[in-house]
């Protein structure tokens, strides 16, 4: 337990009256509890440890969204009932952690928040204020997990705003606005190519509404198809009934890793996001004409295997042909058909993930890979099937108020910082456009994500949470 104050944690002191500032001795962060729960939810994966693979409506991702088989928990209550001496009611710390297959919707639960969910799975806990009318405070991540990645990407932004409002529910706090613990849909693309998709959908998006109505997976099980498997979309549902209303947030703050290595290297504390880059995803294919991988002799092949890699080869050119540093790409997804050795590719799949700071720029590189791939079909003799832009999304800018609230609360607990921008994208892009913005970032170990070694300490966690917290509270009282 990490206690920040040397007050004992559930003191029982009155003092509702407490504008933020005199919240500061009272402040305590869980890390123990945080870093248990942490590594439960690790274990709702579909690779073995360290890594963690959870993909979007899959069955690991419903279990760690919500409770397990009902059969599940009357066995659990009846070894609760049983251990009921002994039994710590702590978050999952309880049964002697015999109930381990259920998860976020119960610590929103057992946090005392109001739980409901949208028709994709989107989840929201909500603390009521005070003065409920008012527009509430927002705060949350993500919990799934690209295949074969790490156990804090997203997860810290769900899990320690859950803490942050125990954090204030523990030191005796009343918000004015609610605060409200938002749990996205599939900030991953993984399963149906689209990233940030709840996100997105809350920010009222008519185009993806639309798409999801034929979008299918790799395995051709619609998103719908999905959906509904893991208890949402509903018939009477309508995707668009998820965007929020204009004004829904007063303002939105996620806490994240930096999944850089920045903050680590400079040994600070926290890092404050200033600005999203600006991420696209392209997918492309070729088709040639196959062939034996014996018979058919160079000059008459027409590889669309090659095209491909040509094309991965061009996208690094073009990205570094920008001049500058922040331009980045990525060909994460490269798939050759019918995939037997002695076949000659008679069609390609690419999939390329490129971003920048500086939308323009961003953009003159998506042009310029679209050039290289008409050139490349034309050259090898092969077609461009498809060169369909997935997303080609703006960056976000952070909130003035949103930063000052943070900066004021980084000064109050004397933690170093520094502003920075966000290379990776993050559900704070698309709460940007319908709320005030801002993020939160700690660091973590050598900048390392999106792999098994992603790692980031207790007490950067903590201290995490603890600013998350109190500007929450700050955000609240306005
Ligand atoms: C988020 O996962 C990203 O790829 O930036
Ligand atoms: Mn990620
Ligand atoms: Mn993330």
């Not at 928990?73 to 001496?85: A, N, P, S």
């Amino acid at each position: 337990m990490e206690d920040f104050s040397g007050y004992p944690i559930h003191a029982p002191i009155d003092y509702s009256f407490a504008a933020p500032n005199s919240l500061l001795s009272f402040l305590s962060v869980d890390s123990t509890a945080l870093e248990n729960q942490i590594d439960e939810l690790s274990t709702f994966s579909d690779t073995p440890a360290p890594s963690v693979t959870r993909i979007l409506y899959t069955e690991k991702d419903v279990l760690a969204r919500r409770c397990a088989l009902l059969l599940v928990f009357t066995l659990c209550g009846l070894i609760l009932r049983y251990h009921k001496e002994n039994a710590c009611f702590h978050g999952i710390d309880w049964g002697m952690g015999i109930c381990k297959l259920q998860y976020i919707k119960n610590l929103m639960g057992l946090s005392g928040l109001s739980v409901r969910e949208d028709a994709v799975g989107n989840i929201f806990g909500r603390w009521d204020g005070y003065e409920p009318d008012l527009a509430p405070v927002a705060t949350g991540s993500h919990i799934d997990a690209i295949p074969y990645s790490g156990k804090y990407d997203g997860v810290v932004g769900v899990l320690g705003a859950i803490e942050a409002i125990n954090v204030l529910k523990r030191s005796g706090f009343k918000p004015k606005r609610s605060l409200e613990v938002v749990l996205f849909t599939s900030e991953e693309p993984t399963r149906f190519g689209i990233s940030c998709l709840g996100s997105r959908l809350l920010a009222g998006s008519e185009a993806l509404a639309e798409a999801l109505k034929t979008t299918v997976d790799a395995q051709n099980i619609s998103f719908l198809e999905a959906a509904r498997s893991a208890g949402y979309a509903k018939e009477q549902d309508d995707i668009s009934s998820v965007f929020l209303k204009e004004g829904s947030y007063s303002a939105f703050l996620e806490l994240h890793i930096e999944q850089g290595p920045i903050l680590e290297a400079e040994g600070l504390s926290i890092g404050i996001v200033t600005a999203i880059a600006a991420p696209a995803s392209l997918k492309v294919d070729f088709e040639g004409n196959g062939g034996h991988a014996g018979a058919v002799l160079m000059p008459n092949r027409n590889d669309a295997g090659l095209a491909a890699a040509e094309l991965a080869l061009d996208v690094e050119k073009h990205v570094l042909g920008s001049g500058s540093i922040d331009t980045v790409g990525t060909v994460g997804i490269l798939e050759l058909h019918p995939g037997a050795i002695n076949s000659i590719p008679s069609k390609s799949h690419v999939e390329i993930d490129t971003r920048d700071i500086d939308e323009k720029r961003r953009n003159d590189v998506i042009e310029k890979i679209h050039q290289s791939a008409t050139t490349i079909a034309s050259r090898r003799r092969v077609r461009l099937s498809e060169f369909k832009i997935v997303n080609q999304d703006p960056p976000a800018l952070s909130d003035k108020s949103v930063i000052e609230a943070m900066e004021a609360t980084l000064k109050e607990l004397n933690l170093t910082h520094k502003m920075m921008i966000s290379r990776a994208y993050h559900d704070s892009l698309f709460m940007a456009r319908v709320s005030p913005m801002g993020m939160l970032f700690i660091p973590c170990y050598k900048g390392y994500s999106h792999k098994p070694e992603e790692y980031a300490s207790s007490h950067n966690i903590g201290n995490g949470v603890k600013v998350l917290a109190l500007t929450l509270a700050k955000l609240s009282l306005k």
